[in-house]
């Protein structure tokens, strides 16, 4: 038998080694996760610790991945009509059209479909009508997009989603809450204060890690279970209680890296769910056409709100994926007899592979959206959008894309001290109306958007300023302004790193600030000037 610490030694370095190999060919590490995980299970690692560590992990990854989307969602964005309507109706129709689809499959004498029971197929269709959280956040993080406008939009209907999903577990299990789960108003309204109070007061080292543990995992996650709801929902709830104080931000950055290395158990836990055989990848094969069919109504749907059609392309495809629920909702329909346990296998094959279909898809999304912009375009309806960018830049020689901390520091810089006509911009609503209470001349825009370049009058801007938090971002904004001619004006950017700088180089960027090197060099400068 062997010993535990070297089933570790197994899973950690299949994780890694695969998510090197699939970085080398320009995929998503999770894309290497998965494929961890089957290499697993054809070795029989399906049982017994490395199970049982990796779906633990798994569970806290999920939890801590809610916990720190909590920390990004305003509760007034939820009851957005954009986002709750289109929820709820995209889960009507995706359900009644890929149970009415399934259920007909029934008739073709298809193996694993002829014996499916109209319980059986709805059981299926609203399996697949969710979107995977985990995979959407992630994929959102990649491109540096997770507080643009359609990242907003995708979390807000995942969030109605789960809520969805909490429904159904509390009813498919016939246990409802407890009579504690009265009193959880009051308990939300008390601990809030009393974590509020704690924060206040937590330093910013390794006390800060265990706050953000304590929050997520005891006040949100454990409290919830307490009272017979799902602890998800608890880490979630919590996190959004917490977005509003001030130092919010900081929690969120210092609980990422834990919740990424979670995660990883994720990923790799999908591929033990069952290897599956010819049948099982054949149905899950056909599965998967259903994809088109969810992002396809997404689209079809956000058109019809005052949204732009290039965000509803770019939420729909970022949607358009199976979500790892379908597995719980595979249990709970072979637990009460409407399908076999063949679908459970199915339903992870095509959970499965509709991550590693539509990662490569929403890697190139940009790309993707400016090749097919005239005909995408054509959905954009003659009224006045949320996320109508500007045209008209005004006497503005200046542009300073993202209003974090440096772009608002660099902003006053320019504006007070040099009396530079500038303009901020940034695509966080909330944000540029507080910089605008302030009397900062800023603006919503998405700098990764090409229509921003292509439409607005930039004839007298003479340098952009890329001050954003991501690098993602800043590389994309670059990449869409280049896919212009008429370009003039000079740009500068940050860089954190050497490879970062190596890219912004490849595009031949005017000034790259060498965040590291610089930093030092310039606080010894601004010292001996003080001190002089």
């Not at 090197?20 to 299970?41: D, E, H, S, W, Y």
């Not at 109706?89 to 073709?108: D, E, K, N, Q, R």
């Not at 921003?452 to 869409?480: G, H, Q």
Request: with cysteine.
């Amino acid at each position: 038998m062997i010993q535990p610490v070297y089933i570790d030694g197994i899973w950690l370095s299949l994780a890694f080694i695969s998510g090197m190999v699939a970085k080398r060919f320009k995929l998503p590490p999770l894309i290497g996760f998965l494929g961890t995980g089957f290499i697993l299970n054809a070795l029989g690692f399906t049982q017994g610790h490395i199970s049982e560590i990796l779906h633990i992990l798994s569970d806290l990854g999920v939890m801590l991945l809610l916990f720190t989307i909590g920390l990004k969602i305003n509760i007034k964005n939820l009851i957005k009509k954009e986002i709750w309507f289109t929820a709820s109706l995209h889960m009507i129709i995706s359900v009644l059209a890929i149970a009415g689809t399934v259920f007909l499959f029934s008739y073709l004498g298809l193996r694993l479909f002829s014996d499916l029971s109209p319980e059986g197929a709805m059981l299926i269709g609203f399996a697949l009508s969710f979107s995977s959280t985990v995979f959407v956040v992630k994929v959102l993080e990649e491109r540096g997009e997770l507080d643009s406008y359609h990242g907003k939009l995708s979390i807000g209907i995942l969030v109605i989603q789960d809520l969805v999903a909490v429904a159904f577990l509390t009813l498919s299990e016939n246990q409802w809450p407890g009579i504690w789960v009265l009193i959880l108003p009051v308990y939300l309204y008390i601990i809030r204060f009393v974590l509020y109070r704690i924060f206040d007061h937590v330093d910013h080292g390794e006390l800060l890690t265990i706050f953000g543990m304590f929050a997520a995992f005891i006040t949100g996650s454990l409290s919830f279970y307490l009272v017979g709801l799902k602890p998800d929902l608890g880490a979630l709830i919590i996190g959004m209680m917490l977005v509003g104080h001030k130092r919010s931000k900081e929690l969120y950055e210092r609980m990422m890296s834990y919740k990424d290395f979670f995660l990883i158990a994720f990923f790799i836990n999908i591929g033990l769910a069952g290897i599956p055989g010819w049948n099982h990848l054949f149905a899950a094969l056909i599965l998967l056409l259903f994809i088109s069919l969810k992002g396809g109504l997404f689209l079809l749907i956000l058109s019809r709100f005052k949204i732009k059609a290039r965000t509803s392309f770019l939420t729909s495809i970022t949607l358009g994926n199976f979500s790892e629920f379908a597995l719980i909702t595979g249990v709970v329909g072979f637990q009460l007899g409407w399908i076999t346990d063949d679908w459970i296998v199915i339903l992870a094959v095509a959970m499965s592979l509709s991550f590693l279909m539509t990662s490569p898809i929403n890697h190139r999304v940009h790309d993707i959206f400016d090749y097919f912009k005239p005909f995408i375009t054509r959905l954009n309806r003659d009224i006045e959008c949320i996320d109508q960018e500007p045209y008209n830049f005004g006497k503005v020689e200046y542009l300073i894309i993202g209003m974090g901390e440096i772009g608002l520091s660099a902003y006053h810089y320019l504006k007070d001290i040099q009396k530079l006509e500038i303009l901020g911009i940034d695509y966080n609503h909330e944000l540029v109306e507080k910089l605008k209470d302030k009397g900062i001349n800023a603006t919503w825009g998405d700098a990764t958007d090409s229509n921003l370049w292509e439409n607005a009058d930039i004839s007298n801007i003479v340098m952009v300023l890329f001050a954003l938090d991501d690098y993602p971002s800043n590389i994309n904004s670059i990449k869409e302004i280049q896919k212009i001619n008429n370009v003039n004006f000079k740009i500068g950017v940050i860089s954190h790193y050497p490879d970062e700088s190596e890219e912004f180089r490849k595009l031949s960027v005017d000034y790259i600030y060498d965040y590291r090197n610089r930093i030092g060099r310039e606080f010894a400068q601004q010292l001996l000037q003080n001190y002089d």
